[in-house]
């Protein structure tokens, strides 16, 4: 399982050609979340823990001392297969260590989940479809 992780403002996500479909989400993080074939619950369980334990935002003090919970913040969470995909020897990705559909969207259901049991409001994007995503990030914080 591999999770990409950035400190956004708001951010949305829709189909890619209907933006009526637009689901928001206010300040906290955006995940990129991809999943392997070799990936179980206790993948989900490590890396869900890992992100809520995260110290990526900054305190009183702007030092990067609190997580995503300390700050109230949410997260857009976007299932990402690409993150899978091997270029060692070849220009064309070889995606062959993602895990199939059903795997990794059962996968990445529990993950959303244990994220919004542990308190935090959790924004989906649309699993295994083109999705059109926006997120706003606040420069001073990078």
Do not use: C, W
């Not at 110290?55 to 995503?68: A, G, H, Y």
């Not at 990794?104 to 989906?124: M, P, W």
Request: aromatic share 6%; glycine share 8%.
């Amino acid at each position: 399982m591999i999770a990409v992780v950035q400190n956004i403002d708001s951010g949305s996500v829709s189909f890619k050609n209907d933006s009526n479909s637009q689901r928001k989400s206010q300040m906290g993080l955006i995940v990129f979340l991809g999943v392997s074939k070799t990936d179980t619950e206790r993948d989900v369980e490590k890396v869900s823990n890992k992100l809520l334990k995260l110290r990526v935002f900054p305190d009183s003090d702007q030092k990067m001392n609190l997580d995503i919970k300390s700050v109230g913040g949410e997260i857009l969470l976007i299932s990402q297969f690409t993150l899978l995909g091997n270029l060692k020897g070849n220009n064309r990705p070889d995606f062959t260590n993602a895990a199939e559909k059903e795997l990794a969207s059962n996968l990445y259901e529990q993950f959303a989940d244990k994220l919004t049991e542990a308190g935090v409001r959790v924004t989906k994007g649309y699993f295994g479809e083109h999705m059109k995503i926006q997120v706003d990030l606040d420069s001073e914080k990078l």
